[in-house]
């Protein structure tokens, strides 16, 4: 009976070792800053000519997928799924935000400048709300690629009203198809389009600011 005992102790320890050498490790990635390579996207911005006020940069909203923690991955044009042991170190959304907030600091809309996801909202002009339309990798065949394709609006606090909207769309190649190549990728994408949404940005707030059409507090 002691034989059986053990027998059966070191068949269910061996089952447990070999399930442990199988399931694959959680790997976690973060955007990474790319300002070397994005910082000819856009001209400087001289802040004296930047209306009054100041940014608060929310949470991106991130539908279906993208909501999860699984790096989502594309086969063609509409096969969708999430890698079960890869995923994004903190929320996409939350990142997204913190990176509009990075970058906004070089290209800022404001002269007060912009905090993401401040306690209150009291000292803010204005809102930055996005939302995330395709944020993945693309496997076409043999060939891999990244798309970022992001929703911006910049709201008026004190009446809600929305001053710009706009979408900026990038997809580019990966040539190596490596996951670190992918998240390169998918953070230079993110810096270009991000940099597109706050140059249009800036240019229709200019605008309405001097036809007098936008409040200053």
Same mark, same amino acid.
């Given at each position: 009976m002691t034989r059986c005992l053990l027998v059966l102790a070191l068949a269910v320890l061996a089952l447990g070792c070999f399930r442990? #050498? $199988?399931v694959a490790p959680i790997e976690m990635y973060r955007l990474m800053p790319t300002r070397a390579e994005t910082s000819s996207v856009a001209l400087p911005v001289v802040v004296d000519d930047l209306p009054e006020g100041a940014l608060a940069i929310s949470r991106y909203t $991130? %539908? /279906?997928?993208?909501g999860q923690r699984g790096i989502v991955y594309r086969v063609g044009e509409s096969g969708y799924a999430a890698y079960p042991s890869r995923e994004w170190a903190m929320p996409l959304g939350e990142m997204l935000g913190r990176r509009t907030a990075d970058l906004v600091q070089e290209r800022p809309l404001l002269r007060g400048g912009a905090l993401f996801d401040p306690p209150t909202r009291r000292t803010f002009t204005h809102r930055w709300r996005g939302t995330v339309r395709e944020f993945e990798e693309i496997d076409r065949g043999n060939d891999v690629f990244v798309a970022v394709n992001l929703e911006a609006s910049l709201i008026r606090i004190e009446d809600d009203s929305i001053v710009w909207s706009g979408a900026a769309r990038?997809? #580019?190649?990966? %040539?190596?198809g490596t996951m670190e190549g992918i998240i390169a990728g998918l953070s230079a994408a993110t810096d270009e389009v991000v940099f597109a949404l706050l140059d249009s940005a800036r240019v229709s707030i200019r605008q309405k600011s001097a036809? /007098?059409?936008t409040q200053e507090p």
């Amino acid at each position: 009976m002691t034989r059986c005992l053990l027998v059966l102790a070191l068949a269910v320890l061996a089952l447990g070792c070999f399930r442990a #050498r $199988t399931v694959a490790p959680i790997e976690m990635y973060r955007l990474m800053p790319t300002r070397a390579e994005t910082s000819s996207v856009a001209l400087p911005v001289v802040v004296d000519d930047l209306p009054e006020g100041a940014l608060a940069i929310s949470r991106y909203t $991130t %539908p /279906g997928l993208y909501g999860q923690r699984g790096i989502v991955y594309r086969v063609g044009e509409s096969g969708y799924a999430a890698y079960p042991s890869r995923e994004w170190a903190m929320p996409l959304g939350e990142m997204l935000g913190r990176r509009t907030a990075d970058l906004v600091q070089e290209r800022p809309l404001l002269r007060g400048g912009a905090l993401f996801d401040p306690p209150t909202r009291r000292t803010f002009t204005h809102r930055w709300r996005g939302t995330v339309r395709e944020f993945e990798e693309i496997d076409r065949g043999n060939d891999v690629f990244v798309a970022v394709n992001l929703e911006a609006s910049l709201i008026r606090i004190e009446d809600d009203s929305i001053v710009w909207s706009g979408a900026a769309r990038v997809e #580019r190649p990966v %040539p190596d198809g490596t996951m670190e190549g992918i998240i390169a990728g998918l953070s230079a994408a993110t810096d270009e389009v991000v940099f597109a949404l706050l140059d249009s940005a800036r240019v229709s707030i200019r605008q309405k600011s001097a036809n /007098g059409s936008t409040q200053e507090p």
